[in-house]
């Protein structure tokens, strides 16, 4: 697998710290599980707030600190997220699927129950917690999603086939890591569906009227 393009070391640092959402964080360590050069970058990100960590003064903590902390656990805010179904068969379902995404699949790519949004893209939503949307979404070759920005930020991870925008074109394991800064219009550019991985925590912005017309329909 030759990646091209990879997270941005803020991105990797915000992984490294544990400051995530759940949906992000599937995404780069799905990109990581295929990435030879981010598992390098993570380790030395770790390395640096090891380091820091060891640097910051201790702190004492409040006499009760204990009692507030099982209190927390006793309550709803300190209840874990739930989370799909874990497949114990999914790791070896698809060669497409990274390790850490097929934990949250039970079945294939082409025998995932995909959704219709417009003829020739279609998606499947992780239903995630937290803030914005994880999904897959499958385009047709010859097809795009409209031109938009970013409200927040954007993560695209390609599973198969490939699509071309302003920034270059993305293959298989490349992430197109985005922030509001960035307009582009994705266009499935080869002879298969293009398959990506896509986590955000804002929706999006389209430029265009169609865009802004099936928004709320397709709920990007």
Request: with cysteine; charged share 20%; net charge negative.
């Amino acid at each position: 697998m030759n990646i091209r393009h990879h997270l941005d070391d803020a991105t990797l640092l915000a992984y490294a710290a544990g400051s995530l959402s759940e949906g992000m964080s599937l995404l780069v360590a799905s990109h990581i599980d295929r990435c030879p050069h981010c598992q390098a970058r993570l380790q030395q990100a770790e390395a640096v707030g090891g380091a820091l960590l060891d640097e910051l003064p201790p702190v004492a903590l409040a006499p009760d600190a204990l009692e507030q902390v099982l209190a927390l656990l006793e309550t709803e805010a300190g209840a874990p997220a739930a989370k799909p179904a874990v497949s114990t068969r999914a790791p070896l379902l698809d060669g497409n699927i990274p390790a850490p995404l097929a934990h949250y699949l039970d079945k294939p790519l082409d025998e995932l129950e995909w959704r219709t949004l417009v003829p020739g893209v279609r998606q499947l939503d992780l239903r995630l917690g937290g803030p914005g949307t994880t999904r897959l979404l499958r385009i047709a070759p010859g097809l795009s999603v409209p031109h938009h920005s970013h409200r927040g930020n954007e993560l695209t991870l390609i599973l198969r086939g490939s699509y071309s925008d302003e920034l270059g074109r993305f293959q298989a394991g490349d992430v197109a890591d985005l922030d509001e800064q960035i307009a582009h219009q994705p266009i499935s550019d080869s002879g298969e569906d293009c398959i990506c991985l896509i986590a955000t925590d804002a929706p999006l912005r389209f430029s265009g009227l169609m865009g802004r017309l099936v928004q709320p329909f397709i709920g990007l």
